[in-house]
């Protein structure tokens, strides 16, 4: 395969730096070509493998930004979820036609979640559908909850019903609940992996995991890491938050339930969102030849 010509949209965020970090890495040289585009409203020093490129991202500036993309191969999108965003986006690519787009996903089996409890996220899913009608290769990539020091899992505890400002916990579901979980670092390497590939030969999905742990592990480091004994104040069993989980999504989705969503479905078991049958970690690093998966 010849190398590909990458463009990343978004470069701010929680996955900007672990993507920037693989295509810097020197892991990928060999597949890539040089200069990669790296789309942001932010101006930076361009370097030999990353140039920034300073786009307005709006319905204005979508010939412009198409322009500055043409010829682009693979598009990973980084960008937070704005339907507004995400409409200005699947405008540009379809005036690119990239021959695979990676749209901002990033988390939870959307579809998965979308069986048992209707329209959870639907933006991004509509995102896709809508990239897919332009005659797109889209791979929606899952990667279970991040985990990052100082941050998701380790600070931002709230899918373990953690509360840390009244160390309490309420916990829904058994606590040994699994839960798969992806390192940053490993999600930037995944994503140059991915975009490397002959993309007529990759699935609609790719799910990758850097290790399966249970919700009372996310206790049990929080605990020890704060030096904190937390108290169970409430249990609600697996059940009664399935309904309640449907009830509320189906009263409208509410950000500020976004925790209380994401721990309903930590609480449900296999191939409901979070713990996967099917995950691709062979496709996107064989052998560990590529990265060793981080750990918790
Ligand atoms: N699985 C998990 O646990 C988990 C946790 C967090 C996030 N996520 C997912 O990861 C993805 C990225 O989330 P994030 O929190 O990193 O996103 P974010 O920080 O909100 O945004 C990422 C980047 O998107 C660009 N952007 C945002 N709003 C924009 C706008 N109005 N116009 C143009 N560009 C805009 C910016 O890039 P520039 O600054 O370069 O312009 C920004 O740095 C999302 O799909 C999110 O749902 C998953």
């Known amino acids: 395969m010849s190398k590909v010509s990458i463009a990343v949209i978004g470069l701010n965020g929680f996955l900007g730096k672990p993507v920037v970090d693989a295509i810097e890495s020197g892991k990928f040289d060999d597949k890539i ?9 932010k101006e930076k020093p361009s370097t030999s493998k990353i ?13 412009d930004v198409a322009a500055k993309l043409k010829g682009t191969d693979v598009i990973i999108e980084l960008v937070a979820p ?19 787009y990676i749209p901002s996903q990033f988390g939870v089996d ?15 899913t509509e995102h896709s559908t809508k990239l897919r009608e332009s005659g797109l290769k889209v791979v929606d990539f899952v990667t279970g909850f ?3 020091p100082g941050a998701f899992l380790y600070e ?27 390192k940053l670092p490993d999600i930037g390497y995944s994503l140059v992996s991915l975009s490397t590939q002959d ?5 609609d999905t790719v799910r990758i995991s850097s290790q399966v742990i249970t919700l009372q592990d996310v206790i049990d480091k929080y605990e020890a890491n704060h030096d904190v004994k937390l108290s169970v104040v409430k249990t609600i069993s697996k059940e009664d938050t399935l309904k309640d989980f449907q009830d ?9 339930d976004f925790f209380f969503y994401l721990q309903a479905v930590a609480t449900q078991g296999l191939d409901k969102g979070v713990l996967f049958s099917e995950v691709h970690n062979e496709l996107v690093n064989p052998g560990e030849s590529l990265f060793k998966w981080g750990k918790f």
């Open 156 to 182: 931002i505890v709230g899918v373990a019903g953690i509360d840390p400002a009244t160390k309490t916990i309420t916990q829904r579901g058994s606590p040994d609940s699994k839960i798969s979980i992806t």
């Open 199 to 203: 993309p007529a030969t990759l699935p």
């Open 248 to 256: 509320r999504l189906a009263a409208g989705f509410n950000f500020a």
């Open 110 to 124: 959307i579809l998965q979640i979308d069986a048992y409890a209707r329209g959870f996220l639907a933006i991004k």
């Open 82 to 100: 704005n339907p507004q965003l995400f409409s200005t986006l699947e405008k540009v690519a379809a005036k690119v036609q990239p021959k695979l």
């Open 33 to 41: 070509q040089f200069p990669i585009k790296a789309v942001t409203r």
């Open 51 to 63: 140039e920034y490129v300073v786009a307005q991202l709006d319905d204005e500036h979508i010939d």
């Open 146 to 148: 991040f985990a990052e």
